[in-house]
């Protein structure tokens, strides 16, 4: 059996054990963040000039013709960073893939539990595989469920002439929907371990297995998340309080908000050592959140797997 604080507490040890780990797969996102950001640089470029030239034009807003230039210079640049997010999202992976391994076999340590091989690589197939299959299903739900809130969203307004009834029905159909994709993401969160314990893919034992226990693990969930939140929100702090520092003593008016975006786009778009600080931050901050939702789903899935099937099984 499993509860909110043996996964909780699960997550945490695995951290409290391994600090020297956790820190290296801070560092290797840090690394890879700063490759993205690289990659990242030349958008924050062509966003700080365009807002340069709507500053220049007082106000007036920029032809399709003024915008061409912009348009080809991002589309440039979206191959190269198409491929950077593809190579963040496979390191990404690796290092989940290390959580597991330090729960679920802490004898194949090796170097901060990292490797690249068949695990690893199932992992990253898993991984596109269900977020594929989640956004497919998404657009699917989404597609019915937005005709039928428009059409009783039409009668509403006929009826009453008040978009208040419309408005509200479109707000709960929104948090139906994320809520629908919460409950899989949760029910499905065991695949991971669970493929990495049987070195085969496994999708279906997850939701059953989590079958019965969805409040157990969203409240185990939840509460990394909260902690998480409470880290994020101070550290984002630090990052955009020059932004409303600059509103705070300009003004909000509409002249003094493009020059605030305009001066943080070319902050960001600059390398420098508070960049850099913020980037490692950021990316330590996130090395943290992979280790605790890694250990917080091994866990339960070392709970909730009998002892004799969680014995590695030969390679298939």
Same mark, same amino acid.
């Given at each position: ?12 040890? /695995?951290?409290? +054990? ?31 000039? *365009? @807002?340069?030239? @709507? ?9 399709? +013709?003024?915008?061409?230039?912009? *348009? ?7 191959? !190269? %960073?198409? %491929?950077?997010?593809?190579?963040? &999202?496979?390191?990404?992976?690796? !290092? ?14 090796? &170097?901060?539990?990292?490797? #690249?091989?068949?695990?690893? /690589?199932? +992992?990253?197939?898993?991984?596109? #595989? ?11 739900? *989404? ?9 009783? @969203? ?37 695949? @991971?371990?669970?493929? #990495? ?19 157990? %693990? ?9 902690? /998480? ?6 550290? &984002?702090? %630090? ?17 003094? !908000? +493009? ?8 902050? #960001? ?45 030969? /390679?298939?």
């Amino acid at each position: 059996m499993t509860s909110v604080g043996s996964i909780v507490g699960g997550a945490f040890r /695995l951290v409290r +054990q391994n600090p020297l780990s956790v820190l290296i797969w801070g560092l290797l996102y840090a690394a890879a963040l700063a490759g993205l950001m690289f990659a990242m640089r030349p958008f924050f470029l062509v966003y700080a000039d *365009m @807002f340069s030239q @709507f500053a220049a034009g007082a106000g007036k807003p920029p032809t399709p +013709q003024d915008l061409q230039p912009y *348009m080809a210079r991002l589309q440039s640049a979206g191959g !190269i %960073l198409f %491929l950077a997010e593809l190579a963040v &999202f496979a390191l990404i992976m690796m !290092i989940f893939t290390a959580t597991q391994r330090a729960v679920l076999r802490p004898a194949e340590r090796g &170097f901060a539990y990292l490797r #690249f091989g068949e695990d690893e /690589l199932r +992992q990253i197939g898993l991984g596109v #595989f269900l977020s594929v299959c989640l956004s497919i299903a998404m657009v699917l739900a *989404m597609i019915p469920l937005m005709i039928i809130v428009g059409i009783v @969203f039409a009668i509403t307004v006929a009826a009453t002439g008040s978009p208040l009834v419309g408005i509200l029905l479109i707000a709960i159909a929104y948090f139906v929907l994320m809520g629908a994709t919460i409950y899989a993401e949760v029910r499905l969160s065991l695949a @991971f371990p669970l493929t #990495f314990l049987r070195r085969n893919f496994v999708i279906g034992e997850a939701w059953r297995l989590t079958r019965g226990r969805f409040w157990t %693990l969203f409240g185990a969930y939840f509460v990394i998340w909260l902690f /998480l939140m409470v880290l994020m929100v101070i550290f &984002f702090g %630090l990052a955009v309080g020059p932004f409303f520092s600059e509103l705070a003593q300009n003004g909000t008016t509409p002249e003094a !908000i +493009q020059l605030a975006v305009q001066h943080h786009m070319e902050r #960001f778009a600059r390398i420098d050592a508070i960049n850099v600080a913020f980037a490692l931050g950021g990316a330590l901050l996130s090395g943290l959140g992979i280790a605790l939702f890694g250990g917080a789903v091994a866990t339960a899935a070392r709970d909730l797997v009998p002892d004799d099937e969680s014995a590695p099984a030969p /390679l298939v």
